[in-house]
């Protein structure tokens, strides 16, 4: 079991950068697919980033892909969402899962552990 805990959420410019962070407890960290998921006010969650066990593989959803890059360091247990040329769109509580799994990685309900989110706040 993992139980994965973000910090570094914030209000940023538009333009701005910020790096969020994710730290998760549970000796099997290295064994998960770890993804990052958003929820805007009135919408659903969506997508953002996930990136392999061994953190040589990744995949982003196209509103963000070559703006935010998701890395991990394992000795850590954490987990990191760089978000660069913020725009008001990425508005949104950002959540960090754990996938048990490398099926379905772009789906919510293939993500077994959860953290309680972070507000990220982009000022237009």
């Known amino acids: 079991q993992v139980q994965p805990v973000e910090s570094a959420g914030g209000l940023v410019q538009a333009g701005g950068s910020l790096r969020l962070s994710c730290t998760a407890s549970g000796r099997t960290f290295s064994s998960y697919t770890m993804g990052w998921f958003r929820q805007a006010p009135g919408k659903e969650r969506e997508f953002v980033a996930a990136?392999?066990?061994?953190?040589?593989?990744?995949d982003y959803a196209d509103s963000v892909k070559d703006r935010f890059t998701i890395s991990r360091d394992n000795a850590k247990n954490t987990v990191y969402l760089r978000m660069n040329s913020l725009k008001p769109e990425d508005t949104a509580v950002y959540y960090c899962?754990?996938?048990?799994?490398?099926?379905?990685?772009?789906?919510?309900?293939?993500?077994?552990?959860w953290g309680q989110g972070t507000q990220v706040t982009v000022a237009s």
């Open positions: 899962a754990a996938n048990p799994s490398n099926l379905r990685l772009r789906s919510a309900t293939s993500y077994r552990y």
């Open positions: 990136i392999s066990w061994s953190g040589t593989s990744t």
